[in-house]
């Protein structure tokens, strides 16, 4: 089975912090992609990336940054962090252009304070 | 930008009883996706469908891909209290490989 695996499940950071939310995909997925999810608004895209050292902008990316310098990791950057980025984040992977849907991990949900 | 519109956006009901949500959208889709997301875990995949008019079937769960390619519905038969979970459905449209997703559905079951 495909694993995706966030590095942390639960983080508190404070106002202004730079937070790193890793990501690790252990099938050889091209593609990947940062969500976050929030009451009554399902899951927004972040980012996403097809390739190493690709990187797209998603619906949402203001305030965020990312990092993928090798195949199987996605970073998601926190320059600043700020309270309404308080959230759940989710990262998935894929083999195609989404035919097949994504894998996801189990999220990571942080807390800005 | 492409939105989809799902509900009902929760749902109580009695084990045993049958459960229906749905997703429309202002644009055509290539391609349907159902997930269920367990409290504190991502999403996994249920079912996926890819030609208008496909009805497939996955156990209790059928899904199936609007003719008009706008739309889908769900259908969990006889519920049970691990259904629990939220629901969604997700679109995507030509190549681009990313995925639109609905606001969700919580099913909450009483046993």
């Known amino acids: 089975d495909v694993k995706v695996t966030q590095s942390s499940r639960y983080l508190v950071k404070r106002t202004g912090e730079k937070v790193f939310l890793e990501c690790v995909q252990d099938?050889?997925?091209?593609?990947m992609f940062w969500y976050r999810q929030d009451p009554g608004l399902g899951l927004r895209l972040i980012y996403f990336?097809?390739?190493?050292?690709?990187?797209e902008k998603g619906d949402i990316p203001e305030g965020y940054s990312v990092s993928r310098e090798k195949k199987e990791r996605f970073s998601l950057i926190l320059e600043s962090a700020s309270t309404n980025q308080t959230s759940m984040y989710l990262c998935a992977s894929s083999l195609d252009r989404g035919r097949d849907g994504y894998t996801f991990g189990s999220g990571t949900r942080l807390t800005v304070v | 930008g492409q939105q989809l519109n799902q509900s009902p956006q929760s749902m109580f009901i009695q084990e045993g009883e049958d459960v229906s949500m749905n997703c429309t959208s202002s644009?055509?889709?290539?391609?349907w996706l159902w997930y269920k997301q367990d409290p504190g875990e991502g999403p996994v995949l249920l079912i996926a469908?890819?030609?208008?008019?496909e009805l497939t079937s996955n156990g209790r769960l059928t899904a199936q891909f609007g003719i008009t390619r706008k739309d889908s519905f769900l259908n969990i038969s006889a519920s049970i209290p691990s259904d629990v979970g939220i629901y969604f459905c997700?679109?995507?449209?030509?190549?681009?490989?990313?995925?639109?997703f609905g606001q969700g559905t919580t099913l909450q079951v009483k046993p």
């Open positions: 469908l890819y030609k208008a008019g």
């Open positions: 990336s097809y390739d190493v050292k690709m990187k």
């Open positions: 099938m050889d997925h091209e593609n």
């Open positions: 644009s055509i889709f290539n391609t």
């Open positions: 997700a679109g995507s449209f030509g190549n681009t490989g990313k995925l639109i």
